[in-house]
């Protein structure tokens, strides 16, 4: 059990976030300090937010490369709804992105379930859609900070116990969705759905519509962080959050999350989102351009998932070695 454990991806996330921490503190020992690190996290979140989204769908043997496009996209029309009317209440913003996220999560989901259409196509045509409709709602505009009410870029700096809102949002989705995926029928079924298909639908799983969930999940918590990210920084223009998908599906595979599906868990995704967030923050700090961090999150994914076929092809040895001495 304990060697298990150790062994575990979510074991060895926390022994590199830590040595990695240790590292940077050697030269720079402000880094550590509780403050800073609430920091970091508050920080990462908008990340953690959408890996979770992203963890569920790759469970399912899928890939949502629209998730960067569905924030901007989201956040732009909250952004435009604010400028137009000031006085709308931050509860009716909130739902708006939410279910705006959740139509454009849906529009993949059906695409993938109703049409058969391969997901990565599918989400890298509805990312260049989603990102030209921003173009044609703010005709290539940018929504500035002076435009936007105060209550609109408060919500997510407001601090509840020594911690910002936008926190402890990512912490309840954390809560959240480890209830969900590992007490509830719908967690297994996504499990299920990418780990074997095929059995899936003997024990009377619908793979297709399971796979739409999950795009629509992962829309919906794209679009809370649309809200969230153009309140947090106070801008909103039609390459926000450009490329983020790539950190999105770097923070997944990081955690231990399968490309093959079937394969991940929340605190993997957690853990690989934290691994990049002190990364990112860290590279300033070491007189290093934020420019690599495209570099490292594109290594870190090849690298990820090398390990991933590696400890299957592995599995598959000791099962193949197993049939041979049976026989």
């Known amino acids: 059990?304990?060697?298990?454990?150790?062994?575990?991806?979510?074991?060895?996330?926390?022994?590199?976030?830590?040595?990695?921490?240790?590292v940077i503190s050697t030269r720079f020992p402000a880094f550590v300090a509780p403050s800073n690190l609430a920091h970091v996290f508050n920080d990462t979140s908008p990340l953690i937010l959408l890996a979770i989204g992203q963890m569920i769908v790759i469970l399912t043997k899928c890939i949502d490369l629209s998730v960067a496009a569905n924030l901007a996209l989201t956040g732009m029309v909250v952004s435009m709804i604010n400028v137009a009317a000031p006085g709308v209440p931050v509860p009716v913003i909130l739902a708006v992105a939410v279910a705006l996220g959740t139509a454009l999560g849906m529009f993949n989901g059906l695409l993938v379930?109703?049409?058969?259409?391969?997901?990565?196509?599918?989400?890298?045509?509805?990312?260049?859609?989603?990102?030209?409709?921003?173009?044609?709602?703010?005709?290539?505009?940018?929504?500035?900070?002076?435009e936007m009410s105060p209550a609109f870029k408060a919500f997510p700096r407001a601090e509840i116990l020594g911690l910002p809102v936008l926190s402890w949002i990512a912490i309840v989705v954390v809560v959240l969705f480890t209830i969900v995926m590992t007490r509830t029928t719908l967690g297994r079924a996504?499990?299920?759905?990418?780990?074997?298909?095929?059995?899936?639908?003997?024990?009377?799983?619908?793979?297709?519509k399971t796979?739409?969930?999950?795009?629509?999940?992962?829309?919906a918590l794209a679009g809370l962080t649309g809200y969230l990210w153009v309140s947090r920084y106070a801008v909103a223009y039609v390459d926000i959050a450009g490329g983020f998908e790539?950190?999105?599906?770097?923070?997944?595979?990081?955690?231990?999350?399968?490309?093959?599906?079937?394969i991940g868990s929340v605190g993997g995704a957690v853990l690989g989102a934290l691994f990049l967030g002190v990364i990112k923050n860290a590279l300033p700090v070491v007189n290093i351009s934020p420019f690599w961090q495209l570099a490292i999150s594109g290594s870190a994914i090849i690298i990820a998932v090398a390990l991933n076929a590696q400890a299957n092809r592995d599995k598959g040895r000791i099962i193949l070695k197993r049939a041979e001495h049976a026989a």
């Open 1 to 22: 059990m304990l060697k298990r454990l150790i062994k575990s991806r979510e074991m060895l996330l926390i022994g590199a976030i830590v040595v990695l921490l240790g």
């Open 190 to 208: 996504f499990y299920a759905a990418g780990g074997n298909p095929h059995a899936a639908t003997y024990a009377g799983i619908d793979v297709g």
């Open 113 to 146: 379930w109703k049409l058969g259409i391969p997901p990565i196509v599918v989400t890298l045509g509805t990312m260049t859609i989603f990102r030209g409709v921003i173009f044609l709602l703010s005709d290539g505009k940018w929504v500035n900070s002076h």
């Open 211 to 219: 796979q739409f969930w999950a795009f629509t999940i992962s829309g």
């Open 246 to 262: 790539l950190d999105v599906v770097a923070a997944c595979v990081i955690g231990g999350v399968s490309i093959m599906g079937g």
